[in-house]
């Protein structure tokens, strides 16, 4: 089984800065892709960002500037770079990662338990 663990989560001013990470541990042979989702209140869950199989890293339109993605493929750990948060981006934060338990093995989707963020003064 695998198993993701996220942190950083947290209460902050607007404009200030967050990092969420994620942590894979488990039977991984590889991770296809990373992905961060969040779900606001009273909405369907989002994505938010996202690096694809072919690493192609993409971005909701309202983060676009203010948030970065990375990974530590070593690590098998995923980022979330939040700067210049605003009242808006108050969410749960999940991660998602499409991991390959064995070669031979077609990528499943794997989440995270969720992390809250709130972005207020």
């Known amino acids: 089984q695998v198993r993701l663990v996220e942190s950083g989560g947290g209460l902050v001013q607007p404009g200030g800065s967050l990092r969420l990470s994620c942590a894979a541990s488990?039977?991984?042979?590889?991770?296809?892709?990373w992905h961060w989702y969040r779900q606001q209140p009273g909405l369907e869950r989002e994505m938010v960002a996202e690096?694809?199989?072919?690493?192609?890293?993409n971005y909701v339109d309202s983060v676009k500037g203010r948030f970065s993605i990375s990974r530590d493929v070593g690590k098998n750990t995923l980022y979330l770079q939040m700067n210049n948060l605003r009242p808006e981006d108050t969410a749960v934060y999940y991660c998602?990662?499409?991991?390959?338990?064995?070669?031979?093995?077609?990528?499943?989707?794997?989440w995270g338990q969720g992390i809250q963020v709130t972005v207020s003064s």
């Open positions: 488990g039977k991984i042979f590889n991770v296809d892709a």
């Open positions: 690096v694809t199989f072919n690493g192609n890293i």
């Open positions: 998602k990662l499409d991991i390959k338990p064995t070669l031979w093995d077609r990528a499943d989707d794997t």
